[in-house]
């Protein structure tokens, strides 16, 4: 099993360690989800190592036609220090993997994706990569990746960084110093808060030196570091489908809410484009929706299935928990279209014999604050 | 952690405290540190069980968790000061974060079917 730069620090930290796409990672710390939940949602600022995810580094005048085949969102919209969330499609419309897309340069990009689907979406890069004149570099192992999320976000790391962050527009970039360290600073994040993420080199003595000097930046503010758990409750709460739960290989993105960065009439088409506008022109069977349950104490799970009235399955809850903020439980499910209209109530089986209403609501569940 | 010598413990993470005909039944410091924060306790009041069965479940941020009594008999009560504040199981597992009171059938299993504190520690490592 893998580690990253940040595995003796979580463990002095008292966290708790899981697996987690081939990584052990933290997945809480002593004060728990939900004290961790709230640091990051309630004017404070906590610090995610996600140096578990992977990087692909792109170069070549094929770049962006090479992308642009294997994504479904328009690479040719980013402009040098933009980024870009798009989805990694089969061609028969099923999600590889949903990943982001920086533009470094012309002729230059950065694809970011999860920890546990790396190894096949990089075979799927070098296999694709065949008929284009590019370059592809594997940068996972090389990069730290660590995620400052919460309204004081920006000012701990502007502490540390001449680059004016909050002149960095959502979802674009710089490339600058942190702590003296080169790093991609980028203003993106997967909790609906304001919030930063760095991108920069994994080698053990600099990335504990960025580590701590991130630390002793926001000690006024409170900076604390938060677990996988949280992190996934954050990400709920905002609606954002997490990959091996909400999408996979068997779920096309504009079952899964998706149509949003499926350019299907881009100038260069995608791998998937004639599935997915056939797909688009015979109508979604299924949708992936939002839900929420007014039961107290009635929590749906990933795999939870959503029944009819007889008690045959209709559809599958693939995210649910409570909601930190609201305390009520909401999730994430794929019910038939002809259900998926806000308001509509759901039956979902939370263990045999136990039935109970979900409503559907459109997330996020919780206002974001992330410009 | 902390794991009180009053008390007797099963392999399901339980601990048990027995008053007369009446047992006293919540989950240990070993096991909220492993379930992490609760947010709901589904025990039914009423629920009639016999030894090793389960009487309900303990709700977590991360996942959900079954109770397992030692003793068989009838829930006569459930914590019901855990309804706004679930959070006391994991802040005082052995005291204001009891789970249920069991109004034992048949008393003698409540010492045969758990163990005392030496053998529970040795069972989680500790």
Same mark, same amino acid.
């Given at each position: ?6 595995? &003796?620090?979580? @463990? ?25 939940? #709230? ?7 906590? @610090? ?10 792109? /170069?070549?005048?094929?770049?962006? *036609? ?26 028969? $419309?099923?999600?590889? &993997? ?60 502007? *502490?540390?960084?001449?680059? #004016? ?19 991609? !600073? ?32 926001? *000690? ?8 996988? $758990? ?49 797909? *688009? ?11 929420? !349950? ?23 809850? /693939? ?6 903020? =609201?305390?009520?439980? !909401? ?18 089986? /939370? ?14 569940? @919780?206002?974001?604050? =992330?410009? | ?39 709901? +306790? ?9 030894? %090793? ?19 068989? %008999? ?7 000061? +855990? ?15 009891? +789970? ?27």
């Amino acid at each position: 099993m893998k580690r990253t730069p940040f595995f &003796d620090k979580h @463990v002095a930290l008292g966290a708790k360690i899981v697996e987690f796409g081939g990584y052990e990672m933290p997945v809480q710390y002593p004060s728990g989800i939900i004290a961790e939940h #709230k640091i990051v949602r309630e004017g404070g600022v906590g @610090v995610f190592d996600v140096s578990h995810m992977g990087e692909f580094d792109i /170069t070549g005048p094929d770049a962006q *036609k090479f992308l642009q085949y294997i994504s479904v969102n328009d690479v040719a919209a980013l402009t040098p220090g933009k980024a870009q969330y798009s989805a990694m499609p089969l061609s028969s $419309g099923g999600i590889i &993997d949903d990943l982001l897309i920086y533009m470094l340069a012309p002729d230059h990009y950065m694809a970011v994706v999860n920890a546990g689907t790396q190894p096949k979406d990089w075979a799927h890069f070098t296999t694709q990569a065949a008929n284009y004149n590019v370059t592809l570099r594997n940068d996972s192992d090389a990069t730290a990746l660590l995620a400052i999320q919460g309204a004081k976000s920006l000012q701990t790391m502007q *502490k540390l960084t001449d680059v #004016k962050l909050a002149e960095i527009p959502y979802y674009s970039f710089a490339q600058g110093k942190i702590a003296g360290v080169d790093a991609i !600073i980028s203003r993106t994040g997967y909790t609906g808060e304001t919030g930063i993420e760095i991108y920069f080199t994994s080698e053990p003595a600099i990335a504990s030196k960025v580590w701590d000097a991130i630390f002793e930046a926001g *000690k006024e503010f409170g900076i604390a570091p938060i677990g996988l $758990g949280a992190r996934d409750t954050l990400r709920l709460e905002m609606g954002y489908c997490l990959y091996g739960n909400d999408i996979d290989e068997t779920t096309n993105p504009l079952e899964a809410g998706l149509g949003w960065i499926t350019k299907l009439n881009k100038a260069t088409p995608c791998i998937a484009a004639d599935a997915l506008k056939n797909q *688009k022109e015979i109508g979604i069977k299924r949708k992936l929706c939002g839900f929420i !349950i007014e039961e107290k104490g009635a929590i749906a799970r990933h795999g939870h299935l959503i029944i009819d009235s007889s008690g045959a399955k209709i559809g599958e809850v /693939t995210s649910g928990n409570i909601s930190p903020m =609201t305390g009520k439980a !909401i999730g994430l499910g794929y019910v038939p279209v002809a259900l998926s209209t806000e308001g509509t109530e759901i039956t979902i089986e /939370t263990r045999p014999g136990k039935r109970v209403i979900g409503k559907i609501v459109k997330p996020p569940f @919780v206002a974001p604050h =992330t410009k | 952690m902390n794991f009180p010598e009053n008390l007797t413990y099963t392999k399901e993470h339980e601990w048990l405290r027995v008053e007369g005909n009446t047992a006293i039944l919540g989950i240990t410091d070993f096991a909220q540190g492993e379930l992490g924060d609760v947010i709901y +306790l589904d025990i039914p009041t009423g629920k009639v069980a016999k030894a %090793g069965e389960s009487i309900g479940s303990v709700e977590a941020v991360k996942t959900v968790s079954d109770i397992y009594t030692p003793v068989s %008999g009838t829930v006569i009560e459930v914590n019901s000061g +855990l309804n706004d504040a679930p959070e006391t199981v994991n802040k005082d597992p052995y005291g204001a974060g009891w +789970l249920v009171k069991i109004d034992m059938s048949n008393p003698a299993e409540a010492k045969s079917n758990t163990m005392g504190v030496a053998e529970y520690k040795a069972l989680i490592g500790q």
